[in-house]
């Protein structure tokens, strides 16, 4: 069965090192990846009804400036290299929406990076990794 | 700009309002409007004689039609109700359409419209003239209610225009438009000066009900526990008044949504501590519900020295209901007709649950609360409702007006931003969609805002009321041309729906 690698990436430093991770671990197994940005959003917050009017074009609007700005420079970039690489950009709860990503293309492994936030925060809010390591079926790598 | 120029007389406009006042031109106003105001009034209010009672006619027009799509729809109301909650929670929600807006943010950002100060005001009148029974008939009346929304959140969606930016416009003025026009060619002419009524009443709807009521009670509350007439506040109505413009202003003229959000996340964090002090002092005082409940029932059906008997209780309790949740008016098909969907009967279902949180949960705890606590008082002023709610939760927990004023100034200010999105909607499809006509219509608005706080213009609070009301009858005459519309568009999906043919997604399908 062939691997692949999910890989998700925020544009911060940290996922820069995820992503050369998963990319160095993939080219040597000859792997895919796919490298996937999540927009987080979630179904039941409140918003006013001029949001609402306005939603559909945001949406496309945020789905535009997340492929210019942080999926295709790294997807062309990885592609120059000769990766076999796929972008994908969701919205919706980071981990969750992960876990599901990784169950639709049939992930082998899910890579992310670590924010690096303290105990304190992360008690209160979580993190990507920590509810990831949760709920995913396959092996998740959390690169520091 | 437009938007410099308009701002700058608006500035004026506000800074003008304090002496208006001051020089009593309030009164002038008042008594250059008054003859208009009720005629106006007279008119959507008239009413017939029935046991002896004035019925306004407006209120049998809005029962009569939710007893009809009830019957019609086959008790709709309590038929989807179960699936109406599936569809909130997101079980047939597509993954790959999530950033769009769902099913439970068109009806959070409805309801925060719906709820204020007719669930907390209105209530504490209908117990105090109807005595407890008038409880009943308003739980009654939001259940029909129900009915009526499905109906205008389904044609809401249906009809609404889809631009080529992505944007999207709904609410009567639409359905009766082009849902006539559907129909037949003469339906066409009906359809369209129905929709300009409708616009037209909403309009002076958003300017009385959805904004200078809203701002004129939050105010008296206010000064009521800061003092009362002695309090600091007690004659400064216009300071209140510019204040609460400019925060509207900001978020609605300003695009400043940080105050926007804010304030819809807030909201709905008061609506619980509301209903959760409600249920404190209801079950605080556990003996006395059963005879609270007692009350109630036999209060419904024999309502002794209540003004003009069953007929008075029944009437009381409708008529606020209708006011609070306004199944009927037309108004909430505008919020709700935003949601991403392509079967436009799901957000009628979805619907069905703002009567049912607004008139049967919220306003039901507080009349229990009213009634428990016996501060009905049957000589109340109906402008003082306010007052008499925070009484009745002042006797069981003593600080609680405090924060009862706070969540009266919050249900204001989302109810004024609500009002004026629907006001704005009906303004443009009046006059056209340009930068000017907006600005134009918000400025305007804003300037209610202060002249609400600031004056007591009993006609033209009593003009802006009969507004609100005077939306049913374009609304509902439309809607009954269009029921088999709606009965269609029902069918198809119920058979799709328990053949098993619909979708379910995430959690729901696993389970499935």
Not at chain 1, 29 to 35: F, S
Not at chain 2, 1 to 14: A, D, H, N, P
Not at chain 2, 205 to 210: H, K, L, V
Not at chain 2, 215 to 224: D, G, K
Request: with cysteine; glycine share 10%; proline share 3%.
């Amino acid at each position: 069965m062939s691997q692949v690698y999910l890989v998700g990436i925020d544009c911060s430093d940290c996922c820069n090192r995820a992503l050369d991770y998963a990319v160095s671990e993939a080219t040597a197994e000859g792997a895919e990846v796919i490298v996937a940005h999540v927009i987080e959003w979630s179904p039941f917050t409140f918003s006013t009804a001029d949001e609402n009017e306005q939603r559909h074009k945001r949406r496309e609007a945020e789905l535009a400036r997340a492929h210019s700005e942080i999926l295709d420079p790294v997807v062309d970039r990885l592609k120059e290299q000769g990766v076999k690489v796929r972008g994908v950009i969701r919205h919706g709860h980071i981990a969750r929406t992960l876990k599901s990503l990784g169950d639709e293309v049939g992930a082998t492994s899910i890579v992310v990076g670590r924010r690096g936030d303290s105990g304190f925060k992360s008690h209160l809010f979580g993190s990507v990794p920590g509810s990831l390591i949760q709920i995913a079926k396959v092996p998740v790598t959390v690169v520091p | 700009m437009y938007l410099t120029r308009i701002s700058t007389f608006f500035v004026f406009l506000l800074s003008a309002a304090p002496l208006m006042a001051q020089q009593g031109v309030d009164e002038r106003i008042n008594e250059a409007i008054r003859p208009y105001a009720d005629g106006v009034a007279g008119f959507i209010f008239s009413s017939f004689p029935l046991a002896g009672v004035a019925v306004p006619f407006v209120l049998v027009w809005l029962l009569a039609a939710a007893t009809i799509f009830t019957l019609y729809f086959k008790f709709i109301n309590f038929r989807a109700f179960k699936h109406g909650f599936q569809l909130v929670r997101g079980d047939y929600t597509d993954p790959m359409a999530a950033g769009e807006v769902t099913h439970f943010q068109a009806l959070a950002t409805a309801l925060s419209g719906t709820v204020g100060l007719g669930n907390i005001a209105g209530v504490a009148v209908a117990v105090s003239l109807g005595g407890p029974g008038a409880t009943f008939w308003m739980i009654l009346a939001g259940l029909l209610g129900m009915s009526s929304k499905f109906v205008e959140c389904t044609l809401g969606v249906k009809y609404r225009n889809e631009y080529t930016d992505g944007t999207v416009s709904g609410g009567p003025m639409y359905y009766l438009s082009k849902g006539l026009a559907e129909r037949s060619d003469k339906l066409k002419v009906l359809g369209k000066v129905l929709a300009v009524m409708f616009a037209v009443f909403c309009v002076g709807g958003s300017f009385g009900g959805g904004n200078m009521f809203q701002a004129n009670q939050s105010f008296q509350q206010l000064v009521a526990v800061t003092g009362g007439q002695a309090s600091w506040l007690a004659d400064k109505g216009w300071l209140f008044g510019i204040i609460i413009a400019i925060l509207v202003g900001l978020v609605i003229l300003g695009g400043i949504k940080g105050i926007a959000r804010v304030t819809s996340k807030i909201v709905p964090f008061m609506a619980v501590i509301y209903v959760a002090a409600g249920l404190i002092i209801i079950f605080a005082n556990f003996s006395a519900i059963p005879a609270a409940f007692s009350a109630i029932f036999t209060g419904a059906f024999s309502a002794e020295g209540v003004a003009g008997g069953f007929i008075g209780v029944l009437i009381q309790g409708f008529r606020r209901a209708a006011f609070s949740n306004e199944a009927g008016i037309g108004s909430a098909a505008i919020a709700h007709s935003a949601v991403r969907t392509n079967r436009p009967v799901t957000e009628g279902f979805v619907a069905l649950y703002e009567p049912f949180i607004d008139t049967v949960v919220v306003c039901t705890i507080t009349a229990l609360v009213i009634v428990i606590t016996g501060t009905w008082d049957p000589n109340v002023d109906p402008s003082q409702g306010v007052a008499l709610t925070s009484q009745a939760f002042e006797s069981a927990i003593p600080w609680f007006p405090w924060v009862l004023t706070v969540a009266v100034v919050l249900f204001a200010f989302s109810t004024m931003i609500s009002w004026s999105y629907y006001g704005l909607k009906a303004w443009t499809y009046l006059f056209g969609e340009s930068r000017f006509m907006d600005v134009l219509y918000k400025s305007m608005f804003l300037v209610f805002v202060v002249i609400g706080a600031s004056m007591q213009l009993g006609s033209v609070i009593d003009f802006s009321d009969a507004m609100i009301f005077a939306m049913a009858f374009p609304n509902v005459l439309g809607i009954y041309f269009l029921l088999p519309v709606v009965k269609r568009e029902l069918n198809e999906y119920w058979a799709d729906y328990k053949a098993g043919r619909l979708q379910k997604f995430g959690a729901a399908a696993d389970k499935a």
